[in-house]
């Protein structure tokens, strides 16, 4: 099979690469070619060099791995005999989600990449563009399926699924990453447990946690040793999650905690500190540019400014939180090409798999129509990703899912028609943004930060 990944030039490529050769190793790899695409020849370059030792190093234990990697810069070119296409753009590049967070934060809101106002900002950039990517994949590889990481991956994988239908699945590690550190602070095997999960991308929650017949996640919330054993335990703390009676995706602390997560944000800039996206700008501009020019040491470059990126993830909630520390085990980087690749090996070998991805409704979550993209428990094979049911939500979770597609489909609206009315609803109607004034403040500051923006929003 051909894989092609949209954004090939991006810093999590490697990931992928590294799990398609121990695929190899294991002589049941699906994929046989990689084609990288990136409009920036100097991002594939590094990338391509970071690729090299992987393969050398796999060489060395293992012999050559029947496993090609090419690169192209012309999307149509990319797409032709695509069996398999990881779409994982950034439109804007770093610079974009710094201005996202910037244009926020000077408007006294939270200034984060997914959540809020600067999930809007990047939702109405990207829409655009990866609408014109599934038009493309359905007139050069109609028979491929897109596995979407590019964010904000709900709303993403809603505007390509209007082309695409279906064939397009969206992904996240955290809802596996969430049941996954749940299940070891049980001491049970995360392989043997199966999880209740329910919500949209970034906004969910794990409300069950079942094995043996039995659901543990009571046994979870009643245990202070065990919820503090985990990132997410620690991040709420037992008393708000035993109140909630399930655990949140952690992106749901910019929401329960918003103001304490709003003002970590704003003393770390105060303070001359930079915001996330500048300090992940900081720490790759020096991987992209010393690994074009120093070749041989490429990996060992990538892997540094990688640890650096997970030791600071999501700091400043942490620090919000009274100082969470992350886990050992949670800096490896494995989470989006896990899922990623679960997905694909499930669909092309038509071998069922229950996996935690984002998909159009279809009655799974009570309130929500069909097309709504959602984040639940489904059967993946040969035939796609068909949502299972879930439980009701709770009056709480049902109100803040419904008022947050709300937002999503206010941004859809605003793409779609050109308007920037839409786009005024999205902000003044998302929960994070208290005000009608500040939601014609951010649509005006972003409409300033981006020229792209006017172009997609022509008309008031």
């Known amino acids: 099979m051909r894989l092609i990944i949209l954004g090939g030039g991006g810093f999590r490529v490697p990931l992928v690469h590294r ?29 391509g060099a970071v690729l090299d030792r992987q393969r050398d190093a796999h060489r060395a234990a293992h012999g050559e791995p029947e496993l090609t990697v090419r690169t192209e810069t012309d999307l149509a070119t990319a797409l032709d005999g695509a069996d398999i296409v990881f779409s994982a753009i950034r439109v804007g590049g770093m610079a974009g989600r710094v201005l996202d967070e910037r244009v926020a934060l000077a408007a006294g809101v939270l200034g984060q990449e997914t959540v809020g106002a600067g999930g809007i900002s990047y939702g109405l950039r990207t829409v655009p563009v990866v609408e014109r990517v599934a038009r493309t994949v359905a007139e050069r590889a109609p028979g491929a399926w897109v596995v979407n ?33 749940a299940a070891r602070a049980l001491g049970l095997d995360p392989r043997e447990v199966s999880f209740d999960y329910a919500g949209l991308n970034h906004l969910g929650w794990l409300r069950g946690l079942h094995t043996g017949g039995r659901d543990r996640l ?31 995706n952690e992106y749901l602390h910019y929401y329960y905690m918003a103001r304490e997560a709003r003002d970590a944000i704003t003393d770390t800039v105060a303070g001359g500190g930079p915001t996330r996206g500048e300090q992940i700008t900081a720490q790759q501009r020096e991987f992209y540019r010393d690994a074009a020019g120093r070749p041989a040491d490429a990996f060992h470059l990538w892997d540094r400014t990688r640890l650096a990126r997970e030791e600071t993830y999501m700091a400043d909630n942490r620090r919000a939180a009274g100082g969470v520390e992350r886990a050992e085990e949670d800096l490896d980087g494995g989470g989006y090409e896990q899922v990623a690749l679960a997905v694909m090996r499930a669909v092309a070998r038509d071998e069922p798999a229950r996996l935690i991805v984002n998909v159009r409704n279809r009655g799974s979550i009570a309130g929500l129509d069909d097309d709504a993209v959602v ?75 981006f020229p792209e923006l006017r172009e997609v929003l022509p008309r008031p």
């Open 375 to 449: 984040e639940v428990p489904c059967l993946v094979d040969g035939s796609g990703a068909r949502p299972l049911a879930v439980g009701a939500l709770t009056g709480h979770q049902a109100a803040l899912v419904q008022a947050v597609k709300a937002v999503e489909r206010e941004v859809l609206a605003a793409v779609r028609s050109g308007s920037r009315t839409p786009a005024l609803r999205a902000f003044a109607l998302h929960p994070l943004v208290d005000s009608v004034t500040t939601a014609r403040t951010l649509l005006d500051g972003y409409l300033a930060a």
């Open 218 to 248: 009571p046994d979870l919330l009643a245990d202070d040793t065990a919820l503090a054993s985990f990132e997410e335990g620690r991040l709420f703390g037992a008393p708000w999650l035993r109140a909630l009676g399930a655990l949140p």
């Open 19 to 47: 799990a398609l050769l121990a695929d190899t190793v294991r002589g049941d790899a699906p994929v046989s070619e990689v084609v990288l695409f990136d409009r920036d020849p100097a991002r594939l370059r590094a990338i």
């Open 149 to 181: 990481f590019t964010n904000p991956a709900g709303l993403v994988t809603e505007a390509m699924s209007a082309v695409l239908g279906d064939r397009v699945v969206g992904i996240c590690d955290s809802p596996v990453g969430l049941g996954r550190r």
